[in-house]
């Protein structure tokens, strides 16, 4: 089925699908990310014995100091900031994964991989013909069908009173022509056009982050076959269009990107 969104709200099931993109390609470019988080921060996060709740960073930084710096040395390390904040989106990933790690029953050996948080979307008041329930073998079409159905409600023909065959045909016919506008107004609320369709920059914004160039970055997307021009004759790290594309991208997932000649990442002492 197609993906819809609210057209006057962010596309959030993109943002999420970028976002977990984004980082699953940062960690192929820079394993340390992975690394450092597990050296310095999952003390910290032990200690605290956390209930779910501290598996969000808006709970954390201003719950538990200790975690809370940890969390932020370590996002600053890792470029992974928005408004040179640490971007709460990467943070509740970072913490979901070190709950995982704290849980697992291979723990203390992890494997290193991240494990991201189960968001919740608003979604198209539709069911799924294809989704069935395990339990009672019914479809979520036929589950939802009373509580998605469009329904016309028109008191009966009023003879007592004296309302004519024609008259009550007026009414009912009326009444179900704003119902059914009222809920084509609605529905075309929604769209299925993604704020986000170029993935693949997500891809390129990690490379970016981990020091690679515009050149190495034109290349590797030039493989997964997104144009983004030829060299710039200004140098490796002057390619406008894919500029751009790192730019868009990074302010759809909100991430600082790292300043151009900062090609090294800061390492922790």
């Not at 596309?11 to 960690?27: G, N, P, T």
């Not at 954390?60 to 992974?80: E, I, N």
């Not at 009373?146 to 023909?157: I, K, M």
């Not at 986000?196 to 981990?210: F, H, K, P, R, T």
Request: glycine share 4%; charged share 25%; with cysteine.
């Amino acid at each position: 089925m197609a993906q819809f969104r609210r057209k006057d709200r962010p596309d959030a099931v993109s943002i999420e699908v970028a976002r977990q993109r984004f980082l699953e390609a940062y960690v192929l470019e820079s394993p340390e990310v992975l690394a450092e988080l597990l050296e310095t921060v999952l003390l910290s996060y032990e200690v605290n014995t956390p209930s779910p709740v501290y598996n969000l960073w808006s709970v954390v930084q201003y719950s538990d100091p200790v975690l809370s710096h940890a969390l932020s040395d370590w996002a600053g390390k890792c470029r992974l900031t928005f408004g040179s904040e640490p971007a709460a989106w990467a943070i509740d990933t970072a913490l979901e994964t070190l709950r995982t790690w704290r849980d697992s029953i291979y723990y203390p050996r992890i494997c290193l991989q991240w494990h991201h948080p189960i968001e919740m979307h608003v979604t198209f008041p539709a069911g799924d013909p294809t989704f069935y329930s395990v339990s009672t073998g019914v479809s979520e079409v036929q589950a939802l069908q009373d509580a998605l159905s469009v329904r016309v409600s028109v008191g009966p023909w009023d003879r007592p009173r004296g309302e004519t065959e024609e008259q009550f045909e007026s009414r009912f016919r009326a009444e179900c022509d704003r119902v059914y506008h009222e809920h084509v107004r609605a529905a075309k609320k929604w769209t299925s056009r993604p704020q986000i369709d170029e993935m693949v920059y997500a891809d390129g914004l990690a490379m970016w982050q981990a020091g690679r160039s515009h050149s190495e970055i034109h290349w590797r997307l030039d493989e997964l076959h997104l144009h983004v021009g030829g060299p710039d004759p200004k140098g490796p790290d002057h390619n406008s269009a894919i500029g751009k594309g790192l730019k868009r991208i990074a302010d759809k997932i909100q991430l600082d990107q790292r300043p151009r000649h900062n090609r090294k990442r800061t390492t922790p002492h």
